[in-house]
């Protein structure tokens, strides 16, 4: 089965300029999150799809951020523009369903930097 | 959901086993305790879960207090490939939000 896949694994960009990040899930599952670890912080959840529909978006640090899911496959996560505290790490995770007993599985994460 | 608490940092010898321990003294009747750990430069992995029976699997065993007020996690034979920041996370059955809040963690250090 393959795993959670994120596109790109880094990504170097100059302040100001937009930068949309992609998350696979795993097939068929339904429940595809976002989080991110910002330089010297502990994770955070940022929002929780349910197929296409936004379950959960509280959080999102504020309205540069824009998440999609079309279709309820794959995710994009855009920064638009980008400023110098967007720098991390930014993981996706998707799981079968939300109950105790599911799991989450991450991917790698996309390592963004603004210079 | 209920905060946990974790010592910063532990050490262990390789082939030794690997006891964590983690607090979460407001824990409430609903909800799981977690364990995930993250390895340098990837994503946070499960490791196992449970309720109040303690648990295991191929990875590790998860002993959970009579008042699950506390848990440890157990690696029976630590790999230097376990070096990884493991984090406790309590969280509810079918809490609405559905997120795993991550505390500071553990950075277990196994060495040779």
């Known amino acids: 089965e393959a795993g959670v896949t994120q596109f790109p694994s880094h990504s170097v960009i100059e302040k100001g300029q937009t930068v949309t990040l992609r998350c696979d899930p795993i097939s068929g599952h339904d429940n595809l999150y976002w989080y991110r670890r910002v330089m010297g912080k502990e994770i955070k959840f940022l929002l929780h799809f349910v197929k296409e529909s936004k379950q959960d978006e509280s959080g999102m640090p504020n309205n540069r951020f824009l998440a999609e899911r079309t279709g309820g496959t794959y995710s994009t996560l855009k920064v638009q523009p980008a400023e110098l505290e967007d720098s991390g790490v930014y993981f996706c995770a998707s799981s079968y369903g939300t109950a105790s007993g599911y799991g989450y599985t991450f991917g790698s994460g996309t390592r963004l930097t603004v210079v | 959901d209920a905060k946990t608490t974790q010592p910063p940092s532990m050490d262990c010898a390789e082939g030794r086993a690997a006891n964590l321990p983690c607090n979460h003294s407001t824990i409430s009747g609903n909800e799981y305790v977690y364990w995930y750990r993250q390895i340098h430069s990837q994503g946070p992995q499960y490791i196992i879960h449970g309720l109040k029976n303690n648990e295991t699997n191929e990875m590790a065993s998860l002993i959970i207090t009579e008042d699950r007020k506390s848990s440890t996690l157990i690696l029976p034979h630590a790999t230097l490939r376990d070096t990884a920041v493991y984090y406790c996370?309590?969280?509810?059955?079918?809490?609405?939000?559905?997120?795993?809040?991550f505390g500071g963690g553990t950075r277990l250090m196994v060495k040779p």
């Open positions: 996370i309590v969280r509810g059955q079918n809490n609405a939000g559905n997120m795993l809040t």
